[in-house]
């Protein structure tokens, strides 16, 4: 089994930067694939970004491409989401998911359904 853990998310004025922390624990995390996923209250949970297990694929949201960038350092066993220039809009719990397949497609790994691990979340919060 897989179990992961959200860090580095608070409150930061409209512009500003966080750098989110996604810990894992077990043996195969390293050969996962590893999504972020965000949801705002009152919506649908919605993809954000994703990263092969080596790091050489990765897949963006239109609404973060640019901004956002995933990255992970899989001696440290954890995978990082590094924000920029964040918006009012981006405000959202941040969610750190684990697939369970190797690498098929960034469309594929859009979906909630394809990852059998998740954290707990991390409030991330954009004043205007």
């Known amino acids: 089994q897989v179990q992961l853990v959200e860090s580095g998310g608070g409150l930061v004025q409209a512009g500003g930067s966080l750098r989110l922390s996604c810990a894992a624990s077990g043996r195969t995390f390293s050969r996962n694939v590893v999504g972020w996923f965000r949801q705002a209250p009152g919506k649908e949970r919605e993809f954000v970004a994703v990263?092969?297990?080596?790091?050489?694929?990765?897949y963006y949201a239109d609404s973060v491409k640019d901004r956002f960038t995933i990255s992970r350092d899989n001696a440290k066993n954890t995978v990082y989401l590094q924000m920029n220039n964040l918006k009012p809009e981006d405000t959202a719990v941040y969610y750190c998911a684990a697939a369970s397949k190797p690498w098929y497609s960034g469309t594929y790994y859009r979906q909630t359904n394809n990852y059998p691990y998740w954290g707990q979340g991390t409030q991330v919060t954009v004043s205007s």
């Open positions: 990263i092969s297990w080596g790091g050489s694929s990765q």
